[in-house]
Nanobody, 125 residues
Framework: QVQLVESGGGSVQAGGSLRLSCAASERTFSSYVMGWFREAPGKEREFVAAITGSGGYTKYADSVKGRFTVSRDSQKNTVYLQMNDLKPEDTATYYC??????????????????WGQGTQVTVSS
């Protein structure tokens, strides 16, 4: 029943920026932790960032800390991932997901039960 749709991906040069969006269909969207994950060819899905339902707390993977910012807009039922100073190693398909929790910022994919279809991000050197 819950649908998540990512958008905003594309191809950029190293050092560039992109802003990803994740629109949710669920009315209770603001009650759940939302996370961003990425998956590169031949690699397992990895945690990128997460945010609590209220937007008051966030968590980031060490590899993106200081470069990426996660936020949410309850009025639009949308979560964002602002990505600055992009590097070639950031190339991957990015997914947003809804957690089973209302406030625990888990880094494990198994703790999230609804997923979007993904949006491709390609960074060239």
């Amino acid at each position: 029943q819950v649908q998540l749709v990512e958008s905003g991906g594309g191809s950029v040069q190293a050092g560039g920026s992109l802003r990803l969006s994740c629109a949710a269909s669920e009315r209770t969207f603001s009650s759940y932790v939302m996370g961003w994950f990425r998956e590169a060819p031949g690699k397992e899905r990895e945690f990128v960032a997460a945010i609590t339902g209220s937007g008051g707390y966030t968590k980031y993977a060490d590899s993106v800390k200081g470069r990426f910012t996660v936020s949410r807009d309850s009025q639009k039922n949308t979560v964002y991932l602002q990505m600055n100073d992009l590097k070639p190693e950031d190339t991957a398909t990015y997914y947003c997901a809804r957690s089973l929790s209302s406030n625990f910022l888990s880094v494990f994919p198994r703790e999230y039960n609804y997923w979007g279809q993904g949006t491709q991000v390609t960074v060239s050197s």
